[in-house]
Each structure stands twice: as C-alpha cells, then as structure tokens.
C-alpha cells in the first residue's frame, strides 16, 4: 500500500470517527443544588436507615406556590435489597413545606422501632425540629403527649389546635392555628400515616403570616368588626 493511499485511509477514518463523536447525545452532570444535600437529611427525617438505601435524586423544573413563591420539586427515589420507597419533596423560599411519599414497596429499613402512629409523629416531629433548629416544633410535638393513642382527639394549646383523626389503616394529625375559636386552615402542619408509614407531610406555618387580631370598634360598625376578625383569620396572606 502506498504511503498516499495509506494517509488517505487514515484521515477518513479519523473524520468518520469525529463524525460519529459528533452524533453522540451528551451528557450533563446533574445540577447540584442545595436541596440535593438535604436529602439524605430529610430521608433520616422519614425513618429511613440511610446507609441500607442507593438513592436517586431528580429535580423537577422550578414552579410556584400558589402562583407567588418560588416552589422547588425533587423527586426521591430510595431502593434497598428488599424495599422502595418513592418520594416528593417541595420547597417554597428554599424551605421544605411538603413530604408526599409517592410509592412504598416491600419492608423498610428504619432507624428507630416504634410501637404506634402515635410514636412515629412523636420521632418525626422531634427529628424535623432538630433539622430546623426551630423550638416551636418542640412545643407541638409536647401537645402528642396529651393523646390517648388510638382515639379520634382534639386539644388546644395557646392558639395551636391539635386534630387526630384515626382508623385502622391512618392516621392523621393536624395543627392549625386558630384564635378565639376562629381558625386560620390555611396556616398549618399536617402528618399522615397509612399502613404504619408516612404519607405526607405539609409545613404551611411560616407561609401563613397573621397581622392582626386586634379590632377596631371606633371606625366600623359592629357588623363590620365582627367580620374583621374571621377575615384576618380565613384569609390570612403570604408574606
């Protein structure tokens, strides 16, 4: 073969190599954000023994709470030799406002054995106070003390109202606040068990800003400060 025809050969080939490089979809790393971090966090969070789970994390593009906040959604997704769990989580303002397990195969690997519904709010609770660094979650989780496990139950502590609802399969405990007997449902937390596992989890109290509760008897009639209240309470805003 001569030395021409040899280099002819040997260029073509290296184009056609190019060539196919070329056609070849890339490949992105995926973007890291801090949410991402937080995730093994808010599986301990859970119940979930992390070290016994290959976890995949996917975010979802950016949307928005009730068309105001910005709202980050990332897909969780948890496999072990002999379980799966499939979770959602959401932050709005790069805080977690909501857990929403998705999927829940097999038997889970969890950190602590609990006897109850009642005991796995008790963890959680005490777990997410200890992830946010805030004691209010400290003083509605001393509200669970005051229940008879395994009963339909309502209390009240200062202007935090406590609502269980249980059967069978769930159980649901719910905090909202509330004044005067009037409540704000918007400004809430909500845990839900079914099967012994979490369900969901919403966090709307920090959203949820109340104004005022004072009313002003001088400039409105009585008609209309009878309303204002229950306004500042039914609607309150998102600050």
């Not at 910005?70 to 790069?94: K, R, W």
């Not at 004691?135 to 009963?151: A, D, R, V």
């Not at 005022?212 to 805003?237: Q, V, W």
């Amino acid at each position: 073969m001569s030395k021409k025809l040899f280099t002819t050969i040997f260029f073509s080939v290296l184009l056609l190599s190019s060539v196919c490089i070329s056609l070849i979809p890339s490949t992105h790393a995926e973007v890291v954000t801090p949410q991402n971090h937080e995730i093994s966090r808010l599986n301990t969070i859970v119940g979930l023994d992390t070290t016994k789970y290959t976890t995949t994390v996917q975010n979802y593009p950016q949307d928005f709470y009730l068309d105001v906040i910005p709202q980050d959604n990332i897909h969780c997704y948890a496999e072990s030799d002999n379980s799966e769990v499939e979770m959602l989580y959401t932050f709005a303002n790069g805080n977690l406002r909501m857990i929403h397990v998705l999927e829940n195969k097999g038997t889970q690997h969890m950190t602590d054995s609990v006897a109850n519904d009642f005991e796995s709010a008790k963890t959680f609770i005490s777990n997410y106070q200890s992830y946010t660094g805030n004691s209010f979650y400290g003083e509605i989780k001393s509200m669970l003390n005051n229940l008879t496990i395994g009963k339909n139950s309502t209390i009240i502590s200062e202007n935090v109202k406590l609502e269980v609802t249980t059967s069978n399969e769930d159980t649901t405990f719910q905090w909202t606040y509330t004044f005067n007997g009037i409540e704000a449902p918007t400004k809430c937390i909500a845990l839900r068990y079914t099967d012994g596992f979490l369900k969901y989890f919403i966090d709307n109290w920090s959203l949820y800003k109340i104004g005022s509760t004072t009313i002003n008897l001088r400039k409105r009639s009585h008609k209309h400060s009878t309303r204002t209240l229950k306004e500042f309470l039914m609607d309150s805003r998102i600050r």
